[in-house]
């Protein structure tokens, strides 16, 4: 579980608490930041002050999703990350739209992909994104939609054993 997060203060001195139990974030600094609930809690419930704090943050260390019982659009626009280390999915089948409107994102981190069996809308709305690892698709039954709006790959290291995928419309 993630304990050090880097952020971009956004200028003035700004106290979140809830999710994030504290933080402060000084104009011109960094903070160290507690996310060990960032994987408690489906990031779709937030309330709206703790969505302003997801916009601060740019990048995050290795994420253990591993015991966490719905992971789908878990970073959900958190528009200005950057990167993301890694994330350990464990034996999660459906990352549908994880990183979902992360507008800032520049390459997709590296998972084991397994045991995914939907993987749908993962990267749909990442403007940035550029670089994007190999993926395991032995299970993936759909894949839908699953770059839309990402416009600036440059790098796609592929699909392997993509046979069973299938793209559904809603």
Do not use: H
């Not at 709305?125 to 790959?153: H, Q, W, Y």
């Amino acid at each position: 579980i993630a304990s050090d997060v880097d952020v971009t203060p956004s200028g003035n001195e700004q106290t979140f608490e809830g999710l994030y139990k504290k933080v402060t974030v000084e104009a011109g600094g960094n903070a160290t930041v507690d996310c060990s609930k960032i994987v408690e809690q489906n990031l779709q419930s937030l309330s709206n002050k703790q969505r302003l704090f997801v916009g601060i943050i740019t990048k995050l260390p290795e994420m253990d999703l591993s015991q966490v019982d719905t992971i789908n659009q878990m970073f959900r626009y958190f528009y200005s990350l950057e990167l993301i280390e890694s994330i350990k999915l464990g034996n999660q089948t459906s990352i549908d739209g994880l990183l979902v409107g992360c507008w800032s994102l520049l390459e997709v981190p590296q998972m084991d992909t397994r045991n995914v069996t939907m993987m749908g809308s993962l990267c749909y709305d990442c403007r940035k994104l550029k670089k994007v690892p190999l993926l395991e698709c032995g299970n993936v039954i759909a894949i839908n939609s699953i770059f839309d709006g990402a416009t600036l790959v440059e790098e796609l290291g592929g699909f392997k054993d993509l046979g069973k995928a299938y793209t559904y419309q809603a």
